[in-house]
Structures are given as structure tokens and as C-alpha cells.
């Protein structure tokens, strides 16, 4: 089959690429505009955009999906389109291009995280398994019906930047078996079942530790918060950034929000026991271990954190 396809970001390259090596044509590329990024705002192509050049593939980086697109799209007459975390929801005209019309790899077991951040999410809420799955677009958002799905046990220590790259190398070797499900005529879809929940993109304020909570859930604010954007603590109104945590060894009375020295760890009071901060980055300054960090306040005996959240 002639395929197009869309996606923006890293973890929509390995599909990208598995489509490419495989018996299909990528007649073309859909991705993002160059974006502006680091210090001195350097135009830069998305993952997928220079993924695409690499190959050798047509590509197109459009700011809006208008008639224009959707013609430059027809003219090499896909039988399939395949999108992967392209960013934009994909309408009429453009989703009745493709002779198959569009399928869609998402990083959840849907409909369970339907939505931007479906990996994030998952890990925010301390969900113990996730997965892969291959649906059918439509216009509403990620409720067409599922081709494959696969699924994953979330490891205790995976943050969602680890998470996602296994969810993207796995779900690409799912997609490929659906586009050649498809083209041989045997590919089944099945509605959704269950209760849908959403998962929109992470704000900074999804950051935020509310040391209140117990020692699992401020682990997987931790892990579902990395790296962006980001998990981080307040301390006297500075931004403190928090790379990694564990569970700490010492469970001894520590208040909650409390930030303390137990040996050679620094652990922080949660609404249960103490979770032991290990990779911390101070506003303005780079990743550092936390016990380092620490040394440097010079003999401090504790910082209290405080709630605010911006």
C-alpha cells in the first residue's frame, strides 16, 4: 500500500521507521513546523522531520491543515494514512484522503487515557499496567474502534520519559502487523469497552509535590512528571526540581514537607513515611545528586517545603 504518515515527536519514530523498511511506500510525511529551540531559538526540525530526510521521504511541516494540505496529500493517492503523536487532531476533508482513511498508535490501553498524555497520566494515577493500541480514527478524540493493542507491567522505577521510548519501540512493531492486516483484508476492529478517562497535556502545575499525599503517590508524581515538565518541590519560593526519588531506607518520624539529612540521604516527609530525594536540580543550576545539593546549603538541619505551586 501507499501510505502517509504523521507524527512530531521522537517516540513516533520508530514507526516511521519500521513502516519505512517494510514492503509498504511512505509516499509521504506529515510533521510539525520547525520549531525554535535552546537558548538562542535555533530553528530545528521535529524527530520525525529529520527522521523522514534521513530516509529519503517527501515531507510536508504545514501550521494549519487546510484545504492546501489536504490536496498535496490526495495527489499522491495513499491507500492508508498512519499517524504517531503528530499534535494536531486531523478533520474533514483530510481524514477521508486516504482510501482506509487514518489509524492512530496511541501509548494507552484505550479507553483508558484517551488523550495527549496518556503515559504521564497513567503514571500520575499509579496505574500498575499499560500498553499499545492501534485504532481507527475519527473525529472524536482516540474513540475510534481498536485494531491490536498490547499490553506492558509498568516497572516500579520507570518515569514516563523511560516509559514512553519501550511503548514506542513495542507499538510500532504492533502497527506495522495492522497496516499489513489492512492491506490483506483481514484487519477487525472492535468498539472501546469501558469507562473512558482523559488524558490532557501536563501543565507546570502537574509538577508540583504535595508532600501531603502518601510516599506512592509522591513517587509517581515523581516518575510520571520526568522529565517534563518536570516534578519539583518549593522551598522559600525557589523551584526545586526533583529528577528521581525512591523509597527511603529509613522510615523514622520525619513531618510532612519536611526536608531532612538521615546519613548520606536526604528524604522528605510524606502523609505516610519518608521518600529519599536522590537527583535534585536547584533552580538556575544543573542536575546534581541530592546528597551533594545538600553539602552545598553548608550544615543546614532541615528545610520545611511549602505548597505553592507556581
Known amino acids: 500500500m501507499r501510505l ?13 521507521r519500521t513502516l519505512a523498511a517494510g514492503e509498504h511506500e511512505v509516499a509521504m510525511v506529515l510533521t510539525r513546523p520547525d520549531a525554535p529551540l535552546g537558548r538562542k531559538r535555533v530553528l530545528t526540525p521535529s ?54 482513511g487514518w489509524i492512530n498508535l496511541h501509548f494507552s490501553l484505550l479507553p483508558r487515557w484517551r488523550g495527549a498524555a496518556p503515559v504521564q ?22 474513540t475510534g474502534p481498536v485494531y491490536a493493542r498490547e499490553e506492558h507491567t509498568i516497572g516500579r522505577h520507570e518515569t514516563a520519559g523511560h516509559l514512553l521510548g519501550v511503548l514506542a519501540e513495542r507499538g510500532a512493531a504492533v502497527l506495522a502487523r495492522v497496516v499489513d492486516d ?5 484487519a477487525v476492529g472492535v468498539p472501546q469497552e469501558g469507562e473512558p478517562t482523559l488524558a490532557p497535556k501536563l501543565t507546570l502545575l502537574d509538577g508540583a509535590i504535595d508532600w501531603r499525599q502518601s510516599a506512592d503517590r509522591v513517587l509517581d508524581r515523581v516518575r510520571g512528571a520526568t522529565p517534563e515538565p518536570g516534578a519539583y518541590l518549593m522551598l522559600s519560593g525557589e523551584r526545586l526540581k526533583v529528577h528521581e526519588a525512591a523509597p527511603s531506607r529509613d522510615s ?30 536547584p533552580s538556575g543550576r544543573r542536575a546534581m545528586a541530592a546528597a551533594a545539593w545538600w553539602r ?15
Open 47 to 100: 524527530p520525525v522531520a529529520e527522521a523522514a530526510e534521513r530516509l529519503a521521504l517527501p515531507v510536508l511541516r504545514p501550521t494549519v491543515l487546510d484545504a492546501e494540505v489536504s490536496a498535496s496529500l490526495a495527489a499522491v493517492e495513499p491507500d492508508l494514512g498512519v499517524v504517531v503523536a503528530y499534535g494536531k487532531l486531523l478533520r474533514e476533508p483530510l481524514l477521508s484522503v486516504p482510501r482506509l
Open 182 to 186: 489492512l492491506a490483506d483484508g483481514t
Open 121 to 142: 497520566r497513567a503514571l500520575l494515577a499509579g496505574d500498575a499496567v499499560t500498553g499499545v493500541s492501534v485504532f481507527q480514527l475519527e473525529a472524536g478524540m482516540d
Open 252 to 281: 523514622a518520624g520525619v513531618r510532612p514537607g519536611e526536608l531532612t539529612l538521615r546519613g548520606r540521604s536526604v528524604v522528605l516527609g510524606t502523609g505516610t513515611v519518608p521518600v529519599e530525594l536522590v537527583v535534585v536540580q
Open 296 to 310: 552545598g546549603l553548608g550544615g543546614v538541619a532541615s528545610l520545611s517545603a511549602d505548597l505553592e505551586q507556581a
Open 4 to 16: 502517509v504518515f504523521a507524527g512530531t515527536p521522537s517516540p513516533a519514530v520508530p514507526s516511521l
